[in-house]
């Protein structure tokens, strides 16, 4: 398992960007797929994005082409991009990984979570 801190959540106007930024602390990532997930009060916790290790994204239809999910290696940081913001998207953003190249959507297959960021989306 590894720690992550999430940050760079906030309260956006609806059209507006945000940028998450995941970081582990202790030790780098390491073949590891990243990945965000979001709870919305009330709702079951539901995939946004992911990064494999050597690069490949997968992202939900509800996101795609509004979100971006990217890896910045010199800061070991992850990062998603959120733009065109819905309130729609307000929920608690949680990075999580786990090991291995295979990207899934499902929280069950992630050893490591953050403990999440508030994004709020006004209308």
């Known amino acids: ?4 801190v999430e940050s760079g959540g906030g309260l956006v106007q609806a059209g507006g960007s945000l940028r998450l930024s995941c970081v582990p602390s202790g030790r780098p990532f ?3 797929v990243i990945a965000w997930f979001r709870q919305a009060p009330g709702q079951e916790r539901e995939f946004v994005a992911a990064l ?15 979100f971006t999910i990217s890896r910045e ?4 940081t992850v990062y998603l ?10 929920a608690v953003y949680y990075c999580a990984a786990a090991g291995g190249t295979i990207i ?17 989306v006004s209308s």
């Not at 398992?1 to 992550?4: A, D, G, T, Y």
């Not at 494999?52 to 795609?64: C, D, E, I, M, R």
């Not at 991009?81 to 307000?90: A, F, H, I, V």
């Open 104 to 120: 899934r959507t499902t929280t069950d297959w992630y050893d490591s979570w953050g403990p999440g960021t508030q994004v709020t």
């Open 81 to 90: 991009q959120m733009n065109s913001l819905k309130p729609e998207d307000t």
């Open 30 to 32: 390491s073949r590891n």
């Open 73 to 76: 290696n010199p800061k070991n």
């Open 52 to 66: 494999g290790w050597l690069g490949g994204t997968a992202y939900a239809n509800s996101v795609k082409g509004r």
């Open 1 to 4: 398992q590894v720690q992550l």
